[in-house]
């Protein structure tokens, strides 16, 4: 299944720092993409504590939850895509094959919510 993800996200020069504190270094416009994002997702669970507050009718808080869940597990796919298409291939050119253990591990957590 193909990602609709901005090809300019994750230009060749990628984002992944393989030292070994591992950080990773995304290009400002992905850092933006993705702090924005982050910054919606903050209102969402801000907006859930309020309805949850002012007493709301459950199932449009489960609604609102589930929206928010939806809009991390995009941000995860962002972060997922730029991981396999920048750090992952660079490791396997370099002959670290332990990261395909790493990136399956990684699946297994995602695909557990």
Same mark, same amino acid.
């Given at each position: ?6 090809? *300019? ?84 050119? *370099? ?5 395909? *253990? ?12």
């Amino acid at each position: 299944m193909a990602m609709n993800i901005d090809k *300019d996200l994750f230009p060749e020069d990628n984002g992944c720092d393989l030292s070994s504190d591992r950080k990773s270094h995304h290009s400002e416009q992905v850092k933006k993409n993705l702090v924005t994002r982050l910054n919606r997702i903050e209102g969402q669970i801000r907006g859930i504590k309020g309805l949850i507050e002012r007493d709301t009718y459950c199932d449009d808080v489960i609604t609102q939850i589930s929206a928010t869940q939806s809009a991390l597990n995009s941000v995860a796919k962002i972060l997922l895509e730029g991981h396999l298409k920048n750090c992952v291939v660079e490791r396997i050119q *370099d002959g670290e094959m332990e990261v395909v *253990d790493e990136v399956l591990v990684t699946i297994q957590k995602l695909m557990k919510k």
